[in-house]
């Protein structure tokens, strides 16, 4: 059987640097940078262990807007946090615009969702909330 691995996410972006910097500034993810083998510039972030490569989208290439959630596909992205309720009030502090406020989904479990950049929407989870 073949195995596969987990390699990355690919996020587009009109401004990749912007994007890249807004997860860095909410999240403290590590932002790499490198020169792709075309020569062009390429940002890749590093949030959690998990890797993000970051397309810079040409003005001129036409894209489709990004859907409201609920939707069929890939809906959002999950980060695991302790502590929900101060990190949403520290988010926010940040400007972070939040879509579900802090809620209770069943005992010990809270979640908050908010939206990033090119509306990617953020799943915070406390598995530990007490």
């Known amino acids: 059987m073949t195995k ?3 390699d990355h996410v690919h996020l587009r972006s009109p401004n990749a640097d912007e994007t890249a910097q807004w997860y860095e500034r909410m999240f403290g993810a590590e932002i790499i940078r490198s020169i792709q083998s ?3 510039p ?3 972030m590093n949030l959690g262990g998990v890797t993000i490569f970051i397309a810079q989208v040409p003005e001129e290439q036409a894209v ?3 859907p409201q959630p609920p939707y069929l596909g890939l809906e959002h992205i999950g980060l695991r946090v302790e502590g929900i309720d101060a990190v949403v009030a520290a988010l926010k502090e940040k400007g972070a615009e939040f879509t579900v406020e802090p ?3 069943r005992p ?3 979640i908050a969702f908010l939206r990033g950049p090119q509306n990617v929407h953020i799943e915070l989870l406390d598995r530990n909330a007490a």
Request: charged share 35%; hydrophobic share 35%.
């Open 38 to 40: 075309d020569g062009r």
């Open 64 to 66: 489709a807007q990004p």
């Open 108 to 110: 010990g479990v809270r």
């Open 103 to 105: 809620k209770t989904i």
């Open 4 to 6: 596969f691995v987990y």
């Open 42 to 44: 390429r940002v890749d």
